[in-house]
């Protein structure tokens, strides 16, 4: 199983029980995940890590640290965003891109500035 793949079932373990304990679980599987998936080599891969990890990183930001989570959050959704700019990736999957931009606005709205 991959940190990706162990980061998604951490994820949804918090659905379950240990909300915090899972997703921060979960955020540490999709950072080891990214030592291994960068955007030159595997872009696909980088941009779903990333939105994975930002999107935890909001759950958890419910719970604590709310500003530092949602900017952290706000990082990685930008992150995944780069990585689908390519000409190849933001025709194959433009859905996930426009998915992520309508997150990052949302998630811009709720920090406090």
Do not use: W
């Not at 952290?72 to 995944?80: G, T």
């Not at 965003?81 to 606005?105: G, H, M, P, W």
């Amino acid at each position: 199983m991959t940190q990706m793949d162990l980061g998604v079932s951490f994820k949804k373990l918090s659905n379950a029980k240990d909300k915090k304990e899972n997703l921060l679980n979960a955020i540490e599987c999709y950072n080891n995940a990214l030592k291994v998936y960068n955007i030159n080599e595997f872009p696909h891969e980088y941009a779903v890590t990333q939105k994975n990890f930002g999107i935890s990183c909001e759950e958890l930001s419910y719970m604590c640290n709310k500003n530092e989570n949602l900017a952290k959050a706000i990082d990685c959704l930008e992150e995944a965003s780069r990585a689908y700019k390519t000409d190849e990736f933001r025709t194959k999957y433009d859905n996930e891109y426009n998915e992520i931009q309508r997150k990052l606005k949302e998630l811009k709205d709720k920090i406090e500035k």
